[in-house]
């Protein structure tokens, strides 16, 4: 997505078609991030989305231009000199690109900073935040396009109705991608039941509909189980899954989210009816605290917060406060903090080989999780240490931009 939208902005797209299986590799430009730079030599090294490595050779007569996330042309860019490119940053060079795809003298190097194109990601997952809802399809109506989706707030589970139409992106996750900016275009007669669903929009009057601009779904496989072996040098887990005790390995990718969850989060936690402490134990911004257990035991379950369903408000009316949003603000870890004996779950897009995951988020010391997640077992029924998993509305795989 991040290529097809650089070179739109740059009017390469309908004029060079992709070398080799790289999209990011054409004829006549290569795209990707500045991995190193050789000054004496004049040379950088660029690696593209694919993994391509491509080194760029620079001239006297070569041209720079600084070009700001969300131009559509260079009419708006600016002149900059080979001394303002750092590490990071993501170019585009324009030249004759070699026939073994491997190097390419550049007559024109455009690049995007890696600082303005942070500040574009933070100001987008902000809005997501902002103006997003999240949740888990349970039904669908073909005829007037409409989906109903489990949200599941501190309060508990809502069914909110979100109506697509012809004007409403939607992109779907293809198999085995874990990036949220790949997702794919899609349309309605894609989507299923079960699937993962994140929409960006409004609110209506009806706390419980929801009018989205953009529609983003996957069939996602979600996974409980105790880790077992961590090999840090192929970057795989290894662990017996919770519910049938099947070893899977789960491969941890660049673009994979492992964050952890705290071991005294749910101390005094009702199931269904509230997290007491969960804004301080989430890490989430404050706003939570006590107000928001105040509120969340107040509240019917299923009622909509303050402010709409979802991401636009939860208990103690924060927008975007509900049990997604604040596994989303959890302190982000390395495959390093992962431990053997860990309870971890993972999401990832259903792939070919049932055994093999390619993790998209990992959410490690997930015990009191999964507990805050079980329903109550009945009487004399032994506890389900995955029961957390099945139906809960927590969506674990759909990230931010």
């Known amino acids: 997505m991040k290529t097809f939208f650089f070179a739109v902005a740059l009017g390469l797209i309908t004029l060079f078609a992709p070398q080799g299986g790289d999209p990011n590799i054409t004829a006549k430009y290569a795209l990707g991030e500045v991995k190193s730079i050789d000054a004496a030599a004049k040379q950088l090294i660029i690696k593209t989305d694919a993994g391509s490595t491509v080194t760029v050779s620079l001239s006297d007569k070569t041209t720079y231009k600084k070009l700001a996330p969300g131009e559509t042309s260079l009419t708006n860019a600016t002149d900059v000199t080979f001394a303002d490119l750092a590490e990071g940053d993501r170019i585009m060079a324009r030249g004759t690109v070699a026939t073994d795809l491997k190097s390419v003298p550049a007559a024109m190097v455009v690049v995007m900073t890696k600082g303005d194109l942070a500040k574009k990601a933070d100001a987008e997952r902000a809005e997501w935040r902002r103006r997003g809802i999240l949740g888990v399809i349970t039904a669908l109506k073909p005829d007037t396009k409409e989906i109903t989706i489990s949200n599941r707030t501190m309060a508990g589970t809502q069914s909110v109705v979100i109506p697509v139409s012809d004007k409403t992106e939607m992109r779907r996750y293809a198999p085995d991608s874990i990036k949220f900016g790949d997702a794919k275009p899609s349309q309605f007669s894609e989507l299923k039941v079960g699937d993962q669903l994140r929409a960006l929009g409004d609110r209506t009057e009806d706390p419980l509909r929801f009018n989205p601009q953009k529609v983003v779904t996957g069939s996602f496989r979600t996974v409980g189980g105790v880790v077992t072996a961590i090999d ?60 928001a257990q105040g509120n969340a035991q107040q509240r019917p379950q299923g ?48 792939g070919v080989d049932p055994t093999r995951l390619t993790a998209i988020s990992l959410v490690a010391g997930a015990d009191t999780l999964l507990a805050m997640l079980a329903p109550r077992p009945q009487a004399g029924q032994a506890p389900n240490p995955a029961a957390g998993l099945g139906g809960s509305g927590v969506s674990f795989g759909i990230g931010l931009p």
């Open 303 to 350: 009622a909509g917060g303050p402010g709409g369903p979802g991401g636009q408000g939860g208990p103690g009316g924060r927008p975007g406060f509900n049990i997604n949003d604040m596994l989303e603000r959890l302190p982000v870890i390395s495959i390093a903090d992962v431990k053997v004996g860990d309870t971890i779950i993972v999401s990832s897009t259903q």
């Open 232 to 291: 840090a040098t192929t970057h795989e887990i290894k662990i017996n899954e919770l519910e049938k005790k099947t070893p899977l390995t789960i491969v941890i990718k660049q673009d994979a989210v492992l964050r952890r969850f705290p071991a005294d989060f749910g101390m005094g936690f009702r199931p269904g009816g509230g997290a007491p402490g969960a804004a301080q134990g989430g890490g989430a911004p404050a706003g939570g605290g006590q107000a």
